[in-house]
């Protein structure tokens, strides 16, 4: 385990498995916020003004973030062309993502979110007209936000590892042929409203800087490529490789 995880803290709050982790140790990548903020590229140059502000968003986010997630492993009880059923009863209609997983046993299920704090700031640095600080704070909101999607990702490599199975990379609803308002099966299994996190009619999240995921426990059939390669929206300006 990356040391910095051992900090974390993990409690069981159903008889079903369902755990949240709060103190989570945060890592913030300086090229990703370059990156989705489109400070830094081809033609253009990063000015000490752009760096000032930049340092100073991240210590103010540092201050603004309370990372907490929940994430549960379900038993599989049938896989369709297009469902997932759980032992429990509950189901995910998916098919995305399988072609590198065989004999799916598990699924897990996450939700991370770094609470409405940066969400408030963002839109009252956007009603005052400082556009680039909003800019870079939201930036560094999804870096973040995605560091922490990372980690949780990783308990749950690590446990699959206990079970002795592979995992598919993470996938999340509204990408690939995963629709989106599948986000409301997922809210009613993770039991949202234990981190604030809620659905709007549209299935957005609110708080809008969390992340939901999905990742199968199997075999593995073949090499998994990187997740960008999977993914059938080539154009994406978010695009990593």
């Not at 059923?85 to 995305?96: A, E, G, I, M, T």
């Not at 699924?107 to 005052?128: F, P, Q, R, W, Y």
């Not at 930036?139 to 995605?146: F, L």
């Not at 592979?166 to 299994?189: A, D, K, V, W």
């Amino acid at each position: 385990m990356y040391p910095s995880l051992l900090a974390m803290k993990i409690t069981k709050i159903n008889p079903y498995g369902l755990q949240l982790v709060t103190e989570i140790p945060l890592t913030i990548n300086r090229s990703e916020i370059y990156r989705l903020s489109g400070v830094k590229g081809e033609n253009k140059k990063l000015t000490p003004k752009l760096e000032e502000i930049i340092d100073d968003k991240i210590a103010q986010a540092q201050h603004l973030i309370n990372p907490k997630a929940l994430y549960v492993i379900k038993d599989v009880a049938e896989v369709e062309e297009e469902k997932i059923s759980f032992q429990d009863k509950n189901y995910l209609n998916v098919k995305s993502f399988r072609k590198f997983i065989s004999s799916i046993k598990k699924m897990a299920i996450a939700l991370c979110t770094l609470g409405k704090s940066i969400d408030e700031e963002v839109t009252i640095l956007n009603d005052k007209g400082s556009y680039t600080e909003a800019l870079i704070l939201d930036a560094i909101g999804s870096v973040a936000v995605e560091d922490i999607a990372n980690k949780i990702n990783f308990l749950i490599c690590e446990k699959a590892n206990k079970f002795g199975l592979h995992t598919s990379q993470r996938f999340s609803p509204g990408y690939g042929n995963f629709e989106l308002s599948e986000q409301e099966n997922i809210f009613n299994i993770i039991n949202a409203k234990k981190i604030n996190v809620s659905l709007t009619n549209s299935f957005m999240m609110v708080p809008k800087k969390s992340v939901s995921f999905c990742v199968y426990l199997g075999k593995l059939k073949e090499h998994i490529p990187k997740q960008c390669t999977i993914c059938g929206l080539t154009d994406c300006q978010f695009k990593r490789y």
